[in-house]
């Protein structure tokens, strides 16, 4: 007997020492490859990764960042994934190009994954629900359709990516002639109103004040402005009206919800129609009212080539007064070494429409990108790309990037005291998300996109009225939405 | 000695034989010619006739000539075509005006003659997407050094890119600028191929300025003006980066050439088969537009023979 329960208990020690040696997760060299948009926010990500990343599986993880230009970021990584390269494990990707990738089967639907990881699904309740909608499920469901299911993650939605760098708009300033009592009173004087000069101001700031803004800061060469002589041209405003990728969309959006007024809406598959909506009197109305505020901004506004860039290097180089554009254009604009602006600029909410009852509608587009994962990657490669996501959304790693021009998604960061106070912009930002809605995420986005964004172009540079543009942008979509099936 | 004296057999020495050795030697070239351009051509030629996707994982389907019928009967690819033609013709009648003013220039002997000439061919080098990006930045109405120039005459700036005809021109200028300098290179080749006793028995004869060019000048640099025009023809029509860099075929669709509409059908929309079927109707195009230029180079040959 005790022969047999001596053999008994060395077979029962080899199989657990054997059963030891085996359990936990070999270690491995990993090297996640990610394609990402050549900018601040994801040299950021880069830098902080290399200096404290730890993989908790214990492998040896290197993040092989392959940084793309804007101009070519979609062009670059759709040649890749439709290519077959695979080189890909992480994507940084815009929202919109969600339906295009999902349904090409290259980025990995993470419903499974979340919902068997505690740590993934408490990330996922604590993102603002407006980055959920737009950042990770598709097909798309909009913050209400979220909101009334209640759960997170809802059942029967598909998620599949997490915020990299969330962005919104917002008003960048110059502080030094908004605040100047000399322009404040002439202001005051000239319209019966104020000149928005402290954030407060700002958050009282509809699109009339911002036209008035506009007209009132138009200076010729020569002009005094704040008390000096130009030595060249001044303008008021700018935002965004280029024909490039969404550089009208982005901000044309944003007036036609603010009027009440809608776009194609994808979650109201089949029934919801282009036309009637897209080209509505509301939607006309309010692309009137953009349109009507070119007027006032630097002449390159006329050739429908003000993009997002060149307003951002308009107001460093101190040629407008205000400017509306993204969070994530900010950085530059306080480095003394490419800003002349660097030590004047402040920021507030971006400007809206004024409701019946005074209060001010600031709905815009959303801005920003998720990352996914791609769907070739082994499971030891997945699991550490989520290991790096959890990284990347914890709130010690968040607030770091916050602090370093980045923002975060998450309301437990954003409502962080702190917050605020990291970066200039943070407290119109963290106003700003609320109001967020995102474009169309169907495969046929860019299509979409490239369509409208050539009629808009037409009416920027007066070639069509706002009318024409919209009454073109409805039939283009209703024809290949219905071609689709995306419409009964 | 003995291996040195022994002839091989079998395999090698039937790859060997000197009847096979041409085949063998140019084999390599062939492989990849076909690997890299053969087989993707015949396999795009083979989807234009397919309802495939790049981005979709849907099986496609056969759908005969439908692409085709879909490309040509698309209103937006005729007003491309359209477009195409008015930069092409428009760019290649100023590269011939200016080439041909800077040939004459060039073909008498002043001082620096060289040094101006290197620094005139200098546009031609340079790579497209510099071009486009000099040639935004001039025409810039804020910054742009056109606008400058002009602001100190008209106190206004100057918006070259607001308008069809102005974008239309802007891309024009930018062509002609960099190509301008191969089309001088060539009408000047033919004019120093002029012998200088037939101008000098012109002279003599006392012939105009006029009669001399037209009936001694021209007939030696017609072809070469007619390979230059053909020459720069088919380029131009391939033209892509300077539009889309300088204007993003805007404002609207209005300087969207051919080139560009097809980059954005294959690989923005990723309608693959329609841009597949697109793509050969353009290669169509050029294949008559090369033949009349290798026609044009055979009649040179023959006259110089």
């Not at chain 1, 880069?46 to 062009?75: Q, V």
């Not at chain 1, 089967?105 to 737009?134: C, F, R, W």
């Not at chain 2, 031609?124 to 400058?148: A, D, Q, R």
């Not at chain 2, 072809?223 to 391939?238: H, M, N, P, Q, Y």
């Amino acid at each position: 007997m005790k022969l047999r329960k001596v053999i008994k208990g060395i077979i029962a020690v080899s199989v657990l020492a054997t059963g030891m040696s085996v359990a936990p997760v070999l270690a491995a060299d990993i090297t996640i490859t990610m394609a990402a948009p050549d900018w601040p926010p994801t040299r950021f990500m880069k830098e902080h990764f290399d200096k404290s990343y730890t993989s908790p599986a214990g492998h040896t993880t290197t993040l092989d960042m392959d940084f793309i230009p804007w101009p070519s970021f979609y062009e670059r990584v759709a040649a890749s994934l439709t290519s077959g390269e695979q080189k890909y494990q992480m994507i940084v990707t815009d929202s919109q190009w969600l339906g295009a990738f999902v349904e090409g089967g290259y980025y990995m639907n993470l419903t499974d994954k979340i919902a068997a990881d505690p740590e993934l699904t408490a990330i996922l309740q604590d993102l603002h629900p407006a980055l959920v909608s737009a950042y990770s499920t598709y097909p798309h469901k909009t913050r209400a359709q979220l909101e009334e299911i209640g759960e997170v993650p809802a059942p029967g939605v598909a998620y599949y990516g997490f915020p990299q760098f969330p962005d919104t708009y917002v008003t960048f300033y110059r502080q030094d002639i908004f605040c100047h009592e000399g322009e404040m009173a002439a202001f005051q004087n000239k319209y019966g109103t104020n000149l928005p000069c402290s954030y407060e101001d700002w958050q009282d700031t509809d699109w009339t004040k911002w036209g008035q803004v506009g007209e009132f800061f138009r200076r010729a060469k020569g002009d005094l402005l704040a008390g000096v002589a130009l030595d060249d041209d001044f303008y008021g405003i700018a935002y965004q009206a280029g024909k490039g990728y969404d550089f009208s969309t982005m901000q044309t959006n944003a007036f036609i919800w603010q009027q009440g007024g809608d776009i194609w809406d994808e979650s109201k598959m089949p029934t919801a129609q282009a036309e009637g909506v897209v080209n509505s009197d509301v939607a006309v109305k309010a692309f009137d009212e953009y349109l009507s505020y070119l007027q006032y901004m630097p002449p390159v506004s006329q050739t429908g080539q003000m993009d997002i860039f060149v307003i951002q290097d308009l107001f460093m180089q101190g040629k407008v007064g205000a400017i509306i554009d993204w969070v994530g254009l900010g950085e530059p604009v306080l480095d003394p070494s490419a800003s002349k602006v660097h030590d004047k600029s402040a920021f507030g909410p971006a400007p809206g429409s004024r409701k019946n009852d005074g209060s001010i509608d600031r709905t815009g587009n959303i801005g920003g990108q998720p990352f996914v994962l791609t769907t070739w990657n082994e499971d030891e490669v997945v699991d550490e790309a989520l290991n790096v996501v959890k990284w990347w959304l914890n709130s010690e790693t968040q607030l770091e990037a916050v602090s370093n021009g980045g923002q975060s998604g998450l309301m437990s960061v954003m409502a962080d005291p702190s917050y605020n106070g990291l970066r200039p912009w943070n407290r119109a930002h963290v106003e700003m998300i609320d109001w967020q809605k995102d474009v169309w995420h169907i495969p046929e986005f860019f299509e979409l996109l490239t369509q409208q964004q050539e009629e808009f172009d037409k009416a920027i540079t007066g070639q069509i009225s706002a009318k024409e543009a919209l009454d073109a942008v409805a039939e283009f979509q209703q024809e290949l939405l219905e071609e689709g099936d995306y419409i009964e | 000695m003995a291996n040195t004296a022994k002839t091989r057999s079998g395999f090698g020495a039937w790859l060997l034989d000197p009847k096979r050795r041409g085949a063998l030697l140019v084999a390599p070239a062939i492989t990849i010619l076909f690997v890299m351009n053969i087989f993707p051509l015949m396999w795009s030629f083979g989807l234009s006739f397919f309802n495939y996707k790049a981005s979709s994982l849907k099986v496609p389907t056969f759908k005969g000539f439908d692409n085709y019928g879909k490309v040509l009967t698309d209103e937006r690819v005729w007003e491309r075509f359209q477009t195409t033609a008015i930069i092409v013709s428009s760019s290649v009648i100023m590269q011939l005006i200016i080439g041909f003013l800077m040939a004459m220039m060039f073909a008498k002997v002043f001082p620096l003659r060289r040094i101006v000439l290197m620094l005139v061919l200098t546009p031609m080098m340079l790579s497209f997407v510099s071009v486009g990006v000099f040639f935004k930045l001039f025409y810039e109405p804020t910054f742009g050094i056109v606008s400058f120039v002009l602001n100190f005459f008209t106190e206004e700036r100057f918006v070259l890119l607001g308008s069809p005809e102005g974008a239309i021109l802007g891309i024009v200028i930018a062509d002609a600028w960099m190509w301008s300098p191969f089309v001088m290179l060539l009408v000047l080749a033919g004019l120093v191929s002029v012998p200088k006793y037939l101008y000098e028995a012109a002279e003599i004869d006392r012939a105009s300025k006029w009669r001399t060019f037209w009936t001694i000048t021209f007939p030696y640099i017609k072809s070469l003006l007619l390979l230059a025009v053909l020459f720069r023809t088919i380029e131009t029509f391939k033209l892509f980066d300077v539009v889309y860099i300088i204007t993003d075929g805007g404002p609207g669709s209005t300087t969207e050439t051919i080139a560009v509409y097809l980059y954005r059908t294959a690989f923005q929309f990723f309608k693959t088969s329609q841009s597949s079927a697109l793509a050969y109707i353009v290669l169509f195009i050029v294949i008559v537009l090369t033949n009349l230029y290798l026609y044009a180079v055979n009649r040179r040959e023959e006259e110089v023979e």
